[in-house]
């Protein structure tokens, strides 16, 4: 009788692999936010503005959520430690190629490629993290993990690259995830045997089309959202042209699907009312999820923080993501209330966000935010993991590929909606709350001259000419008036994000349902998960 292998050698031990599963699990999250985690550094690097450096990390962002729609076939057919061993290389050459390039043009394109090969890679992890955790709620707790990985994904990538910036160029970054990715991949290579973690699949019949429509498609949604505000929205013909063509490869795709035999992504899963009840919670997280980052911009642009302390103080955030995540996993594995377990998640959001409100000032100690973080952390940990695995329970098995393609796309485009907002609404609230505080600095103002008077006293008593003093105290008011101005657009908007913490609440209370649903992923298989 023939002895089948297994996926791992026998004599490994069993902490060893998990250990391999999870450093190449963490190496590829790394890349997702490796652009922007020094936006400031990598625009000034490449000679690029903002909007750049954003579009970068949707253009992996959009190649993951593209690709997973084909990337099972290509995982079932070769051979898994084959796959692997094919997806670390080209993940490796791509880095190397940005770590040489300046061009933002072609950083665009190898940061697309990079996703798409990122989508194997955590299509792997994933699958062998759920094969080693024995449990009949492996699934539950694998995804918990994964998604509690994400939620930390930023400060982690700051405080992975912000060093590496500080004492070298920044096109070294990528030379360093190369030496994150090499010790990780070859030891997980080395522990496995050459099998089939998926049923042997044959490659052809693979729907490529529908890859290269949802691909230019979600491009194209990138490009709006990302550089919209700058070129006046509708008043310019490049953005007007891209939304005819999302609206024309969303129809074309749409259709397409109805009328394939096997289609990519079945949309009868919209038929599933959880499901959509899902998809519309999902879509408040990201857009809560995303107002998270005016905080760490609110450290470096008016507390004067630099980066890594920034981030520093963002491992009390992690921490409270691991224990939100940890009350997840006991909530979904013992089939305890999720309705019960969101509206905590969403109330410690919304604590977190009044709480913001009252602390942002234009000087604060540190340890006045410990709390706060903690408390985000906390409640993004509840209902990261469960919202998911909610709208993958809510449709049968043969859906289950579907629902996870479409979350994805979901989550893509939600996340590049939260920054279109930040930059329409912060330009906005900048611009009314300017105007106001620039309205109340008139030359009648008589504390405006004494105001300069000490700008100017303080410069000069370092030493600066006094005509240089006068000039430069007038760049340090128009300074602290940038500073107030972009403190009244964090106090603004995390107001409105309350707000839609509140709704949240409501809606989660009005909707029974919730509670009723049984998280069973346990005969679904996982499909390339997007950030």
Known sequence: ?????????????????????????????????????????AAGYYGAE????????????????SFAVVERRFFARVVTKDYLLICVILEIAIAYCCYHTRIMGIVFALRFLQGVVNCGITSISLNLLFSRLKSEHAKEI???????????????????????VESFEYNVVYKAIIFCFLPS????????????VLRKMPLYRIDWMSFVLFSVMLVLIAYVLVYGQERDWLDDPGIVASIVAIVTLGLTSILRQKTLKRPA?????????????????????YIIRGAFSL?????????????????????????GVIFGSAIAIRFLTQQKHLRVLWVTGFTLLF????????????????????IPLFLQGLGAGMVMSPIVMFIMSSVPDSMSQSASSVGVFVRFSTFSLSLAFINFYQIYFKGEHNNELRGNLSMIDFTLADRLKIFQSALTARGMPR?????????????????????????????????????????????????RTVINLRNKHPAAAGF
């Open 1 to 41: 009788m023939t002895k089948v292998l297994s996926i791992f050698k026998a004599r490994v031990p069993e902490w060893l692999v998990l250990t391999s599963i999870v450093s190449v699990l963490l190496s590829s999250v790394l890349l997702f936010a490796l652009s922007t985690a020094d936006g400031i550094a």
């Open 50 to 65: 903002p909007a750049d450096v954003q579009f970068s990390l949707l253009m992996f962002y959009a190649a993951v959520a």
């Open 142 to 164: 694998g995804y918990t993990i994964f998604y509690g990985m994400i939620l930390c994904v930023s400060p982690i990538t700051a405080l992975f690259s912000v060093p590496i």
């Open 185 to 196: 991949a070859v030891l997980l290579f080395s522990v496995m045997n050459r099998v089939h």
């Open 265 to 285: 992504i079945d949309l009868s899963v919209f038929k599933s009312r959880n499901f959509s009840i899902g998809i519309v919670f999902l879509v408040i997280l």
């Open 295 to 319: 905080t760490s911009s609110y450290f470096i642009n008016v507390l004067g923080m630099d980066s890594l302390h920034a981030n520093e103080i963002m491992l009390f955030n992690i921490a």
């Open 351 to 370: 604590i977190f966000f009044l709480w913001m409100c009252l602390l942002f000032a234009s000087e604060a100690g540190t340890n006045n935010f410990y």
């Open 467 to 515: 005509d240089e003093a006068g000039k430069a105290a007038i760049g340090l008011l128009n300074k602290a008036v940038q500073k107030q101005t972009f403190l009244q657009f964090c106090v603004s908007y995390y107001e409105w994000i309350a707000v839609l913490c509140v709704v949240s609440i409501i809606l989660i209370a009005l909707q029974p349902v919730i509670s």
